[in-house]
């Protein structure tokens, strides 16, 4: 099996190739067009910002070639986010995958922190790539900006209110979380994911 990590200026690339590592599998890391295209499995990471991403996409038809893919995908935090359709950081077209919208969180509450880091739970759980983990399990979490529910929420989590940790649409798969930093359960998406 060909698994791929798509390369571009937003990367937690080398955290999510050690988790691969860790449960035997080998990944290739690139921007190449023909190798993406022909991968088993593509894992589109991310943490940044989402106009300086969507632009280096566009730049290097990575972003054509995303929307186009046929076999599974799944977007890791920023890497899901740029999946939906619009992010109201910076005004960001995005490659309009999932139709949720991403917005900023926003509290007056001064001891609720922006963006969050750390731990939290999962639930509402729907699909295959979540086979084999309990409702409320915890992931790891770092972001300010959130999708928002709708038709492609296959789980949700609450920080400040309900969002989507987790997307899907065909084989776009999304989660908010970082699986390579979410302990057994994360390294078993992982897994699940590889299995789809």
Known sequence: MKTVIIKYNAGNIQSVL???ERIGVSAMVTDSIQEIQTADKVI???VGEASTAMQ????RNLDELIKNLKQPVLGICLGMQLMC???TENDTACLGIFEEQVKQFETIEPSIKIPQIGWNTIAALKTPLFKGIAENSFAYFVHGYYAAKGQHTIATTNYIQDYSSALQKDNFYGVQFHPEKSAKAGEQIIQNFLSL
């Open 18 to 20: 050690y988790a691969l």
């Open 44 to 46: 589109f990471p991310g």
């Open 56 to 59: 280096y996409l566009r730049e």
């Open 85 to 87: 359709k619009h992010s």
